[in-house]
């Protein structure tokens, strides 16, 4: 069944409450998805060439500040960390395949979820409500965000297969219903050379737009060419480093509703997750139609 939430704080100075309005709208959505949750989260960006690595490992406990040495020894650089439980943020200046591959060999119990300039991307197992206290969701600070709580149904239940999902840099989606040609999406990019770290059906719908986008279609022609590819029921949420966008499929069976004011705009599948947000009374509330974009830029 699955749970989507997603919020963009139109007004810079209410962006130090992301985090307390977007977490209980993803913990509102727990019933729909007690598996699994996790949380993109748009922060100011780094600085110069440097970019920030989300990572997670598959067996706490995990000595962060050991590894953090290590890393810095081993690779020449400096960095910046910040840390919770399983999870933990890297910001420095090393290219993403260097580090991927230096996990690799060293420590393959680190995976590396995301990486980009403001993208900040946490999820595990667990009831939402756990996830977000374990990993201080209720203290983010940021632009935008999008969530997901997950009832698995095609695939393991773990952080990998959690969602968000992400490729290339600064761009995830959130994702509920199914992809039933997931696997022919898949065949094709790995015959393009386009790496996977899972099974999960939304990872091939993830990867196949960043690969559009890569190839020159901005995001909108890229969802729109999806139509034809993309076999299934869905709704998406779709973040960048700028902008905020929800696509239903030609038949929009899966639930979503939107709410707009001049202080933010917020999507989730069910009304309830948007019914503690300040100023909802007054908010413009709509339901995505079938095969329209709806976009909405910081």
Not at 39 to 64: G, K, M
Not at 138 to 146: E, Q, T
Not at 148 to 173: I, K, Y
Request: a negative charge; proline letters at 5%; charged letters at 25%.
């Amino acid at each position: 069944m699955c749970g989507i939430v997603g919020l963009l704080i139109k007004d810079p100075s209410q962006r130090e409450r992301l985090g307390e309005l977007v977490t209980p709208m993803l913990v509102a959505m727990g019933e729909r998805g007690p598996d699994s949750a996790g949380l993109a989260v748009f922060e100011s960006q780094t600085a110069a060439n440097s970019r920030r690595f989300s990572l997670f490992c598959d067996s706490p406990p995990i000595d962060w500040p050991a590894l953090a040495k290590r890393i810095e020894a081993e690779l020449g650089i400096r960095s910046r960390w910040k840390t919770s439980a399983a999870s933990a943020e890297l910001v420095a200046d090393v290219s993403r395949d260097a580090l991927r591959a230096w996990l690799a060999a060293n420590v393959p119990g680190i995976h590396l979820l995301a990486v980009g300039k403001s993208m900040r991307l946490v999820k595990d197992e667990g009831h939402p409500r756990e996830i977000a206290e374990r990993y201080g969701f209720g203290r983010l600070a940021g632009s935008h965000a999008v969530g997901h709580t997950r009832m698995a149904t095609e695939s393991a239940v773990s952080p990998l297969h959690a969602h968000p999902f992400s490729a290339g840099e600064d761009f995830c989606l959130v994702h509920n219903g199914s992809f039933s040609n997931h696997h022919m999406i898949r065949r094709k990019l790995q015959r393009k050379g386009i790496r996977f770290e899972t099974d999960n059906d939304t990872e091939a719908a993830c990867r196949f737009l960043e690969w559009r986008m890569r190839e020159g279609d901005p995001l909108e022609t890229a969802i729109e060419r999806s139509f034809a590819e993309l076999d299934g029921f869905y709704t998406l949420v779709i973040a960048t480093l700028d902008s905020l966008v929800v696509v239903r499929d030609a038949f929009a069976c899966k639930p979503a509703v939107a709410a707009e004011t001049d202080a933010y705009v917020a999507v989730a599948s069910e009304y309830r997750s948007l019914a503690h947000l300040p100023g909802i009374e007054q908010a413009t509330l709509f339901e995505p139609q079938p095969e329209r974009i709806y976009a909405w830029n910081v």
